[in-house]
T-cell receptor
């Protein structure tokens, strides 16, 4: 069964610290993997998109990695800020049009 | 660029009533998606249009749900009759191509009492 599992479910860290969010998937075949940030009460906003052949992609303080062999992706946030408090959602696409969402990781940044 | 525009932002309705949610995608985007988000199930894709044509509606829960895209700049999601279990945030998203990132609207929070 095609699934996307994210961990942890929630995470609390102090402002300025780094953190890493995990996404494991069993999807096959695989088109691309995306990470989204969703602020409370808002729609998700795309952070990164990676295809099968890409290992890493950065967007400012956000760096996503992908290991297609182990079917794992991570999102690393460097020098966290209060505005990073949000839900982070991993989304995997299968050809031609199937999309599978993870349940998300809720990140809380404390001052 | 005003982004993806959804209306209304909030909707409270009684069980059994018809509900219509509206979406205006970003101009030039060929793909439009309707999603539902709940605490229990997370984000779920309901239906996807490409060039105004429904491509995949396998996520539509049941016959009470219907979606239309009469032209490239407007889409509706209708629930008739509504039930309390339909309470959720409904998002519309558009994309220049299904293989690119989606731009989401701010969502419609639907409460069916």
């Amino acid at each position: 069964k095609n699934q996307v599992e994210q961990s942890p479910q929630s995470l609390i860290i102090l402002e300025g610290k780094n953190c890493t969010l995990q996404c494991n998937y069993t999807v096959s075949p695989f088109s691309n993997l995306r990470w989204y940030k969703q602020d409370t009460g808002r729609g998700p906003v795309s952070l990164t998109i990676m295809t099968f052949s890409e290992n890493t992609k950065s967007n400012g303080r956000y760096t996503a990695t992908l290991d297609a062999d182990t079917k794992q992706s991570s999102l690393h946030i460097t020098a966290s800020q209060l505005s990073d408090s949000a839900s982070y959602i991993c989304v995997v696409s299968l050809p031609p049009d199937k999309i599978i969402f993870g349940k998300g990781t809720r990140l809380h940044i404390l001052p | 660029d005003a982004g993806v525009i959804q209306s209304p932002r909030h909707e409270v309705t009684e069980m059994g009533q018809e509900v219509t949610l509206r979406c205006k995608p970003i101009s030039g985007h060929n793909s439009l998606f309707w999603y539902r988000q709940t605490m229990m199930r997370g984000l779920e894709l309901l239906i996807y249009f490409n060039n105004n044509v429904p491509i995949d509606d396998s996520g539509m829960p049941e016959d009470r749900f219907s979606a239309k895209m009469p032209n490239a700049s407007f889409s509706t999601l209708k629930i008739q009759p509504s039930e309390p279990r339909d309470s959720a945030v409904y998002f519309c998203a558009s994309s220049p191509d299904r293989n690119y990132g989606y731009t989401f609207g701010s969502g419609t929070r639907l409460t069916v009492v």
